[in-house]
């Protein structure tokens, strides 16, 4: 397993774009260009981006075109290795391995009212928040982990956030198990990986920073 990251840069993005941009598709060109502000443009070509260099220089993979399962998450087409791709504000983290997988990255938003977000919680979730030294902190916490195991399901929208309790990094949904494991990527972010393989809770990832 091995976790990729970078961050974005407004001054390098004509040039990312002009030395990344002719090895994708058309159809990916497309999806990239599209984008009005050159933020959500960058994160979304450094992506895939992350992902090519990954799957090169890990796991040997020179070509690989991906699909979407009809929930919309995003796979490899005839291969067996898993990954999921998250950015926020100015990071943008891949994670790849041969189990299934998810990642949420959040930054850490001082500002944020958690109790914007209350109707989303269950009870205990929001009584542990709110009861906690540091409710960002716990906020956060809160958020990426059930973003990572959303994802690692592959349900996307489709599952509420309070229909499912994680307790002790592990939770239940439609009677499949999903562990959870923190992760550091940097002070200013949170960042959380999950999955349904319980190998996560032993496996050290390895970290790769790709400076663009």
């Known amino acids: ?33 599209k984008y009005r502000r050159w933020e959500d443009a960058q994160l979304s070509l450094l992506g895939k981006v992350l992902l090519r260099y990954g799957l090169k220089n890990y796991f040997q993979i020179s070509e690989a075109e991906t699909g979407l399962l009809p929930n919309k998450k995003p796979y490899l087409k005839e291969c067996d290795i898993q990954f999921n791709i998250s950015h926020s504000k100015e990071l943008v983290a891949c994670i790849i391995a041969e189990f299934p997988i998810g990642i949420d990255v959040e930054f850490t938003d001082p500002k944020i009212n958690y109790f914007d977000f209350k109707f989303q919680m269950t009870e205990n979730e929001f009584r542990e928040i709110h009861d906690s030294e540091d409710s960002i902190k716990g906020f956060f916490t809160y958020w990426t982990r059930k973003e990572a195991v959303i994802k690692a399901h592959g349900s996307g929208m489709m599952l509420p956030l309070d229909s499912f309790e994680i307790v002790n990094d592990e939770c239940v949904i439609e009677d499949e198990k999903f562990f959870t494991k923190k992760i550091f990527i940097h002070e200013d972010y949170h960042c959380y990986i999950a999955s349904s393989d319980n190998n996560i809770k032993m496996t050290h990832p390895d970290f790769k920073h790709l400076e663009m």
């Open 1 to 33: 397993m091995v976790i990729l990251y970078t961050f974005i840069n407004e001054e390098k993005h004509r040039d990312l774009l002009d030395r990344y941009l002719p090895a994708f598709s058309d159809d990916i060109k497309k999806d990239i260009l």
